[in-house]
């Protein structure tokens, strides 16, 4: 039986780690706040307070700001800010959970299997090289101009990250492990759910890093053509217009969106490995 002066130091402890982590987070915010202050400080000083750089060439912080609330507010190409988002979102998370599932599933597949190996590596060595955007054209041709080709030029782009990460990380596993692993006589499911895929997770989740970084590059450049919504659209329609502070907004709506799905991602990777966080 665990008596009382047992649980008091372990609860004692569990207290200091979770004041620790608070702290951790506060002071990570309060460095990201500073750095932020900083930068459109600077941005200030170089626009509206010196004019060493013309609105012309790049915006000042207050004309963003109120191109920011005219989208916000007003609408903007089509749509509001919100629903650009959104709309962006909802075209990188389909792409994104469809490529990164299928390519996890076969880097695990090429990576235990030699026969599996020898099979795909053939094709997936010929499609590699093409870039992502080169798929535009094709996907308009046999998807028109919707959705659906903005998603199949995510899924190219966000797979190929995918399974090279992961087939990597199934081949990085070291020896002794599957030794050991072997003389246990595990098998089957077994290996896959406590050996192979455990030991391959820090490199599979660095891949969904890059596939999800691919994934905003894509849908960027994909909504540049026939989009009706969309942060890509805000972009397009900026240019279109001359107007360099939509298109700021537009650029720092992209890395606004993506920095909170990479910490979103971040977030399922503690969770998955809570000992890498430790």
């Not at 002071?27 to 609105?55: K, P, Q, Y």
């Not at 994104?96 to 299928?102: C, D, E, K, P």
């Amino acid at each position: 039986m665990t008596s009382a002066k047992t649980v008091q130091p372990l609860a004692a402890s569990a207290s200091n780690r979770n004041g620790a982590h608070l702290f951790s987070w506060s002071n990570g915010l309060l460095r990201v706040m500073l750095t932020l202050g900083m930068v459109v400080l600077v941005w200030w000083g170089l626009t509206d307070g010196s004019g060493l750089i013309s609105s012309m060439r790049f915006p000042a912080p207050a004309e963003t700001l109120a191109s920011w609330n005219q989208i916000v507010f007003d609408g903007y190409s089509n749509a509001r800010w919100h629903e650009h988002v959104l709309r962006s979102v909802r075209l990188v998370t389909m792409g994104f959970v469809v490529a990164s599932t299928l390519g996890v599933v076969l880097g695990l597949a090429m990576g235990a299997s030699r026969t599996v190996e020898a099979l795909a590596n053939p094709a997936f060595l010929f499609l590699r090289p093409i870039p992502p955007l080169a798929w535009i054209p094709l996907a308009i041709v046999w998807l028109g101009l919707g959705d659906a080709a903005k998603v199949m030029v995510i899924f190219v782009a966000a797979f190929v990250p995918s399974v090279i990460n992961t087939f990597s990380g199934v081949r990085q596993i070291e020896r002794p492990l599957l030794e050991a692993s072997a003389m246990l006589n595990i098998a089957g499911w077994r290996y896959w759910k406590e050996v192979l895929i455990p030991g391959a997770m820090p490199s599979i989740f660095t891949g969904l890093r890059l596939s999800l970084q691919a994934s905003w590059t894509t849908l960027v450049a994909a909504e540049l053509v026939g989009a009706i919504a969309g942060l890509g659209q805000i972009l397009n329609q900026g240019a279109q217009d001359i107007y360099p502070p939509m298109i700021l907004v537009g650029m720092m709506s992209v890395a606004l969106t993506g920095w909170l799905m990479t910490l979103a991602l971040g977030w399922l990777e503690k969770k998955v490995m809570p000992w890498r966080s430790t």
